[in-house]
């Protein structure tokens, strides 16, 4: 099963001309879910030639212009096509009333159901069969948020081999010891999954983090994630104002990544004081703490792969 993240801005407070701002969507084989949504989502979501109609849910990480200025068009264009899939799209207080007011002040025309939910982190806002998105509380401004959405483990290799050796035939016995059910072999003896199922092998863990300072806890809710997506607004010295603004520094940001033994991490919405050019200071200064460190461009994509 694939999972992708898809940086569709990477900026923070304004856009700029090669830098919208902060969105990251999520691919999970046929599920998308997206992850704040900032002014010119629609943009990169066009460029990328991503499957919008099909989102299923949106994670506001909290509700200052910059992250949520892209939602009534997100929502407009659903309407365009024929869905009748239910859009669902969690939040902090507020998110609810900005979606609302929206809706009346731009005489939206929606013909889908929109459940809009308000949450109080940390809890489970979303889960499928096999994965739970939880939210955590981050300290900025306003009441902010933090998501992770985590794979359950997966059921170990499968062993003809073995199967073979406890005589279990070939066919619709095999499928159900790998669901989970035990079976009766030629012989009558009972064959359970874990006679023939190697160790549960690891599912994955994407984390988002924007907007907010720097606080020890973080570093335990996105522990062990496959990717980290962090805020790193500020070069070092500019601590004492990222302090001020409840903002980190892609230092602090390294070092999130760096306790919670992320595999892998990438900064996300600068300031807008650094163009791309000088970007490579706080990758610099990232990497200092954390070696993988990477830099989020708009419209980059990484791949999130099994690690067994």
């Known amino acids: 099963m694939n999972l992708e993240a898809f940086i569709l801005g990477c900026g923070g407070m304004m856009p700029l001309p090669y830098r919208h701002l902060t969105s990251v969507l999520l691919r999970r084989d046929g599920d998308l879910f997206l ?11 066009k460029r990328l030639n991503l499957k919008w109609k099909k989102i299923d849910a949106i994670f506001i ?26 859009l669902y799209i969690y939040g902090p207080p507020k998110i609810a009333e900005y979606v609302e007011t929206s809706r009346k002040v731009l005489d939206m025309y929606i013909n889908y159901p929109v459940i809009v939910k308000e949450i109080t982190a940390p809890c489970i806002v979303h889960e499928g069969e096999d994965f739970t998105v939880r939210a955590f509380p981050l300290q900025h401004t306003k009441t902010c948020v933090g998501y992770t959405l985590e794979e359950k483990d997966r ?11 406890l005589n279990v035939p070939i066919g619709p016995l095999w499928g159900k010891l790998q669901k989970g059910e035990s079976v009766q072999s030629a012989t009558g003896k009972t064959v359970t999954p874990e006679d023939v199922m190697g160790e549960k092998r690891h599912g994955r863990k994407f984390s988002f983090v924007t907007d907010t300072m720097y606080l020890p806890s973080i570093a335990k809710e996105v522990q062990n994630s496959d990717l980290l997506i962090c805020e790193g607004m500020f070069a070092d010295d500019c601590e004492d104002q990222a302090r001020e603004k409840k903002h980190m520094t892609s230092r602090q940001a390294a070092t999130i ?29 990232a990497k200092e703490v954390y070696p993988n460190a990477q830099l989020s461009k708009d419209r980059m994509i990484f791949d999130i792969p099994y690690i067994d």
């Open 35 to 45: 992850f704040d949504c900032g002014e010119g989502t629609q943009v990169s979501l």
């Open 61 to 86: 990480s909290h509700t200052h212009a910059d992250h949520v200025t892209g939602l009534p068009g997100i929502m407009m264009l659903n309407a365009q096509v024929d869905r009748t899939e239910p």
């Open 155 to 165: 059921p170990g290799e499968f062993n003809p081999e073995k199967a073979r050796e």
């Open 257 to 285: 990544a760096k306790d919670s033994q992320a595999k892998r991490m990438a900064l996300i919405h600068y300031s807008p004081r650094y163009n791309d050019k000088n970007l490579e200071l706080l990758l610099e200064q």
